[in-house]
C-alpha cells in the first residue's frame, strides 16, 4: 500500500486499540501513516497496540478520549495536532453492542448506543472536517454494519445506530466532495474480535453456515477494505458502503 497517498499522513483512529480498530490502526502504520490510537478507558491495550506498531517500524501515539463528548473531541483534535500533526485521514471506528429483545431496549441504552456508535461520528467528523476542506484533501472511512442492511429485533438500537452511520456517509459525501474531501463506509458482518466472548459455539457455528465464505471474519478482512477506502485506489468513490461479510447480508 505504500506510495498509494498514505506515507506520512497523519491518521486517527477512534476506537483503534482492539479489534478491528487495532487492525486498521496496525494496517494505516504498516502502510506510512503516521497513527493516532484513540480508546477510552482501556490503557493496557492501546499501549499494547501502539508498542506492536512501533516494534514494526511505524509511528504511533495513544489517546484517551470519550468520543461521545463534545469536550473530550475537542481536546484530542488537539492532542493529536501537537503530536503527530493536522489530521487527514478518520476512522469513526468507536462502538458498543448489546444484545437484546425490545423489552429490554431501554431509552437509556437507546441513547448510550446512538452516543458512542453515531453521534461520536459526527462529533470527530464535524471537528477535522473544516481543515480538510481548506487544505483541499481529506479521507473519511465510517465503521458500519451489515445490521444497518437488514433486520436485527434482538439489538435494535445498534442496527438503528449503524443504519443512521450509512446516512451520514451518504450526506457528508456530497456535502464535501466538491472540497478535495471523500467520505465512504465499511459494513462488517461477523468478525473475530472480544464482542464474541461468551456467545455460545452453536451460534457462531450457525452464523457460520450462513456465510457463503462459511468462516468468521478476522480484523484484517475490513483493515485492507478501510486501506483502499482511504488510498489513492479509490479516488473516483465517495458516499458508499461496502459490505465486507464473507456474503452473508440478507442470510438469517
Do not use: C
Not at 502502510?31 to 512501533?54: C, L
Not at 495536532?81 to 437507546?110: K, M, P, R
Not at 468478525?191 to 450457525?206: E, F, K, P, R, Y
Amino acid at each position: 500500500m505504500s506510495g498509494r497517498g498514505l506515507d506520512g499522513r497523519v491518521a486517527l483512529v477512534t476506537g483503534g486499540s482492539r479489534g478491528i480498530g487495532r487492525g486498521i490502526s496496525e494496517a494505516l502504520a504498516a502502510a506510512g501513516a503516521q497513527v493516532a490510537v484513540n480508546y477510552r478507558s482501556d490503557e493496557s491495550s492501546a499501549a499494547a497496540t501502539v508498542e506492536s506498531i512501533t516494534a514494526a517500524g511505524g509511528v504511533a501515539r495513544s489517546f484517551a478520549a470519550d468520543v461521545s463528548i463534545d469536550e473530550d473531541v475537542a481536546r484530542l483534535v488537539q492532542d493529536v495536532g501537537e503530536s503527530l500533526g493536522s489530521i487527514e485521514l478518520l476512522v469513526n471506528n468507536a462502538g458498543i453492542f448489546d444484545y437484546g429483545t425490545h423489552e429490554t431496549t431501554t431509552a437509556q441504552l437507546w441513547r448510550r448506543t446512538l452516543d458512542v456508535n453515531l453521534t461520536s461520528a459526527f462529533l470527530v467528523s464535524w471537528a477535522v472536517k473544516d481543515e480538510m476542506i481548506s487544505r483541499g484533501w481529506g479521507r473519511i472511512v465510517n465503521i458500519s454494519s451489515i445490521a444497518a442492511l437488514r433486520a436485527r429485533p434482538n439489538s435494535i438500537a445498534y442496527a438503528a445506530s449503524k443504519a443512521g452511520m450509512t446516512g451520514l456517509t451518504k450526506s457528508l459525501a456530497e456535502a464535501v466532495a466538491g472540497d478535495g474531501v471523500r467520505v465512504n463506509a465499511v459494513a462488517p458482518g461477523l468478525i473475530a474480535t472480544d464482542i464474541l466472548d461468551g456467545v455460545d459455539q452453536s451460534v457462531l457455528d450457525s452464523l457460520v453456515d450462513a456465510t457463503p465464505l462459511h468462516r468468521i471474519g478476522d480484523p484484517e478482512d475490513i483493515s485492507g477494505v478501510v486501506l483502499f477506502l482511504l488510498s489513492d485506489d479509490s479516488n473516483f468513490m465517495t458516499g458508499q458502503t461496502l459490505v465486507a461479510s464473507g456474503g452473508r447480508v440478507m442470510l438469517p
